[in-house]
């Protein structure tokens, strides 16, 4: 078993797909194959199953990838000691859910890259229930989360800023008219939300459980690209973060209606395990997030 399959396997469990692994280590699709067939051989199991067009990692893949993963810390260390900060090289692994990675990573992917371009950053979008399990089983070194205050004993859990929910519709809305709403307005309405599942969504639904409110109608998005185009369309009431339809109320191709969930504090949070050591690219990517969204939140407020 040599580091270089172990390394390569990382990077595949990290990205699921052969080829961009490959882009990313600088080797060729068929290199990648070859040393992960013969990983397998080696082990005896099978680490990765294709369904369909998908690549998943089996369970003695996700087992395998746990234990090497300390491993793979400590070359990372040791490479680390040899090389000044200004200088970083190596991989790093970020997940997030859809609204974070469109709405708030893409500065700070662009000021890390700026920083240190020798490290190669791969990033996954997760879906916002599956994101602490990949730090748990090594799949990525960093993951944002969309949710309530986390609290866990196995994660540093960092809130980066809070991010305020509205209720969203087409200028031609009814309940775009009246400049006061009460529960009662909203009885009948269609509304376009995530999925069931979703932490804010389920938030949403407490809070209209409670009032008592049950003739609503939903129609359920996994994108909140959809949930944004429907409620531009007229289909519904959108019920999103701000900072997504933020473009589109400047356009004036939504309005904000004058009604907000009470007791809703949902954060933007970057989390990373507890036991993982450190390294200098996780540090100095982590210290570029502070900064970036740091800087967004006072912008917003001036």
Same mark, same amino acid.
């Given at each position: 078993?040599?580091?270089?399959?172990?390394?390569?396997?990382?990077?595949?469990?990290?990205?699921?797909?052969?080829?961009?692994?490959?882009?990313?280590?600088?080797?060729?699709?068929?290199?990648?194959?070859m040393q992960m067939k013969a990983l397998e051989d080696e082990?005896?199991? =099978? $680490? !990765?199953?294709?369904?369909?067009?998908? *690549? #998943?990692?089996? %369970?003695?893949?996700?087992?395998?990838?746990?234990?090497? +993963?300390?491993?793979?810390?400590?070359?990372?260390?040791?490479?680390?000691?040899?090389?000044?900060?200004?200088?970083?090289?190596?991989?790093?692994?970020?997940?997030?859910?859809?609204?974070?990675?469109?709405?708030?990573?893409?500065?700070?992917?662009?000021?890390?890259?700026?920083?240190?371009?020798?490290?190669?950053?791969?990033?996954?979008?997760?879906?916002?229930?599956?994101?602490?399990?990949?730090?748990?089983?090594?799949?990525?070194?960093?993951?944002?989360?969309?949710?309530?205050?986390?609290?866990?004993?196995?994660?540093?859990?960092?809130?980066?800023?809070?991010?305020?929910? =509205? $209720? !969203?519709?087409?200028?031609?809305?009814? *309940? #775009?008219?009246? %400049?006061?709403?009460?529960?009662?307005?909203?009885?009948? +309405?269609?509304?376009?939300?995530?999925?069931?599942?979703?932490?804010?969504?389920?938030?949403?639904?407490?809070?209209?459980?409670?009032?008592?409110?049950?003739?609503?109608?939903?129609?359920e998005f996994q994108s909140a690209e959809a949930i944004k185009?429907?409620?531009?369309?007229?289909?519904?009431?959108?019920?999103?973060?701000?900072?997504?339809?933020?473009?589109?109320?400047?356009?004036?191709e939504l309005v904000a209606l004058p009604w907000q969930i009470?007791?809703?504090?949902?954060?933007?949070?970057?989390?990373?395990?507890?036991?993982?050591?450190?390294?200098?690219?996780?540090?100095?990517?982590?210290?570029?997030?502070?900064?970036?969204?740091?800087?967004?939140?006072?912008?917003?407020?001036?």
């Amino acid at each position: 078993m040599e580091l270089r399959q172990l390394n390569t396997f990382r990077t595949v469990a990290s990205t699921l797909n052969f080829s961009r692994a490959a882009e990313v280590l600088n080797y060729v699709p068929s290199n990648v194959t070859m040393q992960m067939k013969a990983l397998e051989d080696e082990l005896g199991v =099978r $680490l !990765f199953d294709r369904l369909g067009k998908q *690549l #998943v990692l089996t %369970t003695a893949g996700k087992r395998f990838l746990i234990q090497i +993963q300390s491993v793979l810390d400590k070359l990372d260390e040791a490479r680390s000691v040899v090389h000044d900060n200004e200088n970083l090289i190596g991989t790093l692994t970020i997940s997030a859910n859809e609204v974070i990675c469109a709405y708030r990573l893409p500065a700070v992917f662009q000021l890390f890259r700026s920083r240190y371009p020798g490290v190669r950053l791969i990033f996954r979008s997760v879906p916002n229930q599956e994101l602490k399990q990949a730090l748990f089983e090594g799949a990525a070194d960093v993951v944002f989360m969309l949710d309530e205050p986390i609290r866990s004993s196995g994660l540093e859990v960092e809130p980066m800023v809070e991010e305020t929910f =509205r $209720l !969203f519709a087409a200028p031609d809305h009814p *309940l #775009v008219k009246p %400049t006061v709403l009460q529960l009662e307005d909203f009885h009948g +309405q269609v509304f376009l939300t995530n999925e069931k599942g979703c932490p804010y969504r389920t938030m949403f639904d407490r809070q209209f459980e409670k009032e008592g409110i049950d003739t609503i109608t939903y129609l359920e998005f996994q994108s909140a690209e959809a949930i944004k185009q429907c409620a531009i369309s007229g289909i519904g009431i959108a019920f999103l973060p701000e900072i997504v339809t933020k473009a589109e109320v400047e356009r004036g191709e939504l309005v904000a209606l004058p009604w907000q969930i009470p007791d809703l504090h949902v954060y933007t949070q970057m989390l990373w395990h507890k036991d993982k050591w450190l390294s200098p690219i996780i540090l100095s990517f982590i210290e570029a997030a502070r900064e970036v969204i740091a800087i967004e939140e006072e912008n917003k407020t001036l």
